[in-house]
Structures are given as structure tokens and as C-alpha cells.
């Protein structure tokens, strides 16, 4: 299955988009050019940068506005409105995957897992749920008001509230958010131009730019609502670090904390500061090493 991994960033976040470009030929991914090939999104990249990028991918282009916007913001914004179009701007792929810039791939199984997938339901995405993240992660779906009485809150119910309305609000309330950081979709998903339409509403009826952030929002309303046509991959193919801590061994290979200690397929470090140290639990040696990410990921790419 010819596959098109794309991922995007602006010049500020290019280190993490060529930590990602280092990781995919490290695992030798991106070796067969006829199978599989890295597509890359650029707003605002130095020539400098677009050499260094040059090394791995020849698919390099510039996204447009794809709605209409009444109001102004940042040009980097383009890569969550992109997001739908993938189709658009690559075309020619039978499978898509989307993998967030400050993702790191730690083996090279996940592409054939994935194609595979495509055969049985159009869409793979991983929620952001794992028996990992239960103690690290606060439950913020309710508020208590007095004694016994709750009322919804948190930041989904409320976006999904204010776009969606009450009922699709209540529908999903306190249930696993999937994360658009990483996803899978075949070419000719009709989950497509369901995403398109849902998002474009939202992004053309809205006076600032805060309806970007709908892009995950959006796709999840379409996964609840087709949701036969999605394939639910574990925590390993998109492991959020900053819910759960990996474990490491002495080869610096990353595990899930949660038994029985996968090996980590997709490193997520968003919200994560790649230079605060972090203890980080040794399985071999049955300690904690405390480092960086930035040190780990160094061993990792060597």
C-alpha cells in the first residue's frame, strides 16, 4: 500500500519535525520510496532548513488557507486546517498517516500495522486513554457545586458545547478523547470530507481564531458517529508522554508503563520540555536514571 507519512511544522519547531525525519530513517522507513514516503508541510522554513529537510523528503510545499477566515492569526495555524486536506495537497496515496512534529518513531512496524488495518475499517487513531495515565492525569469532567451535586466541565465539554451544541456535548461527555496527533485514513474514507464539513463550519462562522483548535474536536465528532469505521489502536502508537513517564532499558529502548511493558512504537512529546530533567525508570537495572528527553532522544537517533 503506497503510504504518505506527513507531518509539518514553521521554523521555530523544526527541530522537533527533524528529530522525527532522523527517527523515520533511523528505522529505515522511509528507505523504500516506492511504499512509503515523508510528506512535509513548510510555513516559514529558512533555506538552510529546507536543505537539511531536502534529505528525506522531496514533498515539500507550502499550505493555503483552506476556509475562509473572518479574522486574523498566525501562519502556522495552516497546519491544523491542513489537516483535513491531506488528500489534496498529496494526492496519488492510498494511505495517509498524520504524525504530529513533536512525535518521535521508535520502530518501523506501526506503517505495516497500519496499511494492514486499512482493509478492515478506514481510520486508525489512539485515544488518550491508558491504564498508564489514570494516576497522572486529573479527572476534570465534572465539577462539585454542593454536597452531591455535580455539573459537566473541562475544556472538551465546553468546545464541544459551544459547537456543537448539548446534545453531542452530553454524548460524549467523560469519554476517551482521540487524539489527532497521530491517525491513519485510507484515500477514499468518506471520513474525509465529513471532517472538512464539520470543521469548515465551525472555522467560517467564528470571529476569532480560537476555532482552529477544532480540528481534533471535529474529528472526534465524526469518529462518534462512525464509529464502525475506526480502528482503536493502543497507547503504544502514540504514547503521551506527558500522562505517563516511558520506562527505559541500558539500549535506551522505551517501554509503556503499564504492564506488560510494550516497546513504544510512537514517542508523543507534546507539552513536554525536552530539556527539564525527568526520572526515568530503568527496567534492566531496576532504578531511575534521571535525564533529559533531549539526552534520551540523542542515544535513540545516534
Known amino acids: 500500500m503506497k503510504t504518505a507519512i506527513v507531518s509539518g511544522a514553521n521554523k521555530n519547531y523544526f527541530d522537533h519535525l527533524l528529530a522525527l525525519c532522523k527517527s523515520l530513517k533511523k528505522n529505515k522507513i522511509i528507505d523504500n520510496l516506492n511504499d512509503v514516503s515523508i510528506c512535509i508541510f513548510n510555513i516559514d522554513f529558512t533555506d538552510d532548513q529546507i536543505i537539511k529537510l531536502q534529505e528525506y523528503s522531496k514533498n515539500i510545499i507550502s499550505p493555503k488557507w483552506d476556509f475562509k477566515l473572518k479574522f486574523k492569526t498566525q501562519e502556522w495555524k495552516k497546519l491544523l486546517t491542513a489537516r483535513p486536506f491531506l488528500i489534496d495537497y498529496f494526492p496519488n496515496f492510498e494511505n495517509y498517516i498524520w504524525l504530529d512534529a513533536d512525535t518521535i518513531v521508535l520502530d518501523k512496524n506501526f506503517v505495516n500495522f497500519f496499511s494492514k488495518s486499512l482493509v478492515r475499517n478506514d481510520l486508525n487513531i489512539i485515544p488518550e486513554l491508558d491504564a ?3 494516576n497522572e492525569t486529573l479527572e476534570n469532567s465534572f465539577k462539585n457545586v ?3 451535586f455535580y455539573v459537566a466541565k473541562g475544556w472538551v465539554y465546553k468546545n464541544n458545547l459551544k459547537y456543537f451544541g448539548k446534545k453531542h ?32 463550519k465551525i472555522v467560517e462562522k467564528s470571529n476569532n481564531d480560537y476555532c482552529l483548535n477544532m480540528d481534533q474536536a471535529s474529528l472526534n465528532k465524526i469518529i462518534y458517529e462512525n464509529i464502525e469505521l475506526v480502528n482503536i489502536f493502543n ?18 529502548q522505551l ?4 504492564l506488560p511493558n510494550e516497546k513504544i512504537s510512537i514517542l508523543h512529546l507534546t507539552q513536554i520540555d525536552k530539556n527539564k530533567l525527568f526520572k526515568f525508570y530503568n527496567i534492566d537495572k531496576n532504578t ?11 542515544e535513540i537517533l545516534q
Not at 531511575?288 to 540523542?298: A, H, P, V
Open 169 to 200: 456535548a452530553i454524548k460524549l461527555l467523560n469519554k476517551p478523547l482521540f487524539n489527532a496527533g497521530v491517525y491513519s485514513l485510507k484515500k477514499d474514507s468518506k471520513i474525509w470530507d465529513l471532517w472538512k464539513e464539520d470543521y469548515q
Open 235 to 252: 497507547a503504544k502508537f502514540n504514547w503521551l508522554a506527558k500522562n505517563s513517564l516511558p520506562l527505559i532499558d541500558d539500549k535506551f
Open 288 to 298: 531511575y536514571l534521571e535525564s533529559t528527553f533531549e539526552k534520551i532522544l540523542k
Open 132 to 134: 498508564s495515565y489514570i
Open 146 to 148: 454542593l454536597k452531591n
Open 255 to 258: 517501554y509503556t508503563s503499564s
